[in-house]
């Protein structure tokens, strides 16, 4: 009963920009925090950023600097700008979502991953 759509992987060269979008929809009374978490080959899944519905912000120290969430409430729709990329940068980016249903039942929920290869 919610979705979370992820687009805006693909292929970049070292330097280059990205930028990934997730809308969620479905049963949504309210989204409490929403997020970019990223799994590389043989690597465990790790936080990448995250935005609560206020708009604080956290990062991992690794993207610090280089990577910015932003979210729009209205379309229940989070961005993660990718700059300065790295071939460390390399996974799948997946999209997370803390929310409360129609059904006031709150939980988590994941988008199905966009892969982001930075490579020359």
């Known amino acids: 009963q919610v979705q979370l759509v992820e687009s805006g992987g693909g292929l970049v060269q070292p330097g280059g920009s990205l930028r990934l979008s997730c809308a969620a929809s479905g049963s949504i009374f309210s989204i409490y925090a929403m997020g970019w978490y990223r799994q590389a080959p043989g690597k465990q899944r790790e936080l990448v950023a995250t935005?609560?519905?206020?708009?604080?912000?956290h990062y991992a120290d690794s993207v610090k600097g280089r990577f910015t969430i932003s979210r729009d409430n209205a379309k229940n729709t989070v961005y993660l700008q990718m700059n300065g990329l790295k071939p460390d940068d390399t996974a799948v980016y997946y999209c997370?979502?803390?929310?409360?249903?129609?059904?006031?039942?709150?939980?988590?929920?994941w988008g199905q991953g966009t892969q982001v290869t930075v490579s020359s």
């Open positions: 997370n979502a803390e929310l409360q249903t129609n059904l006031k039942v709150t939980s988590e929920y």
């Open positions: 935005i609560r519905s206020g708009g604080s912000t």
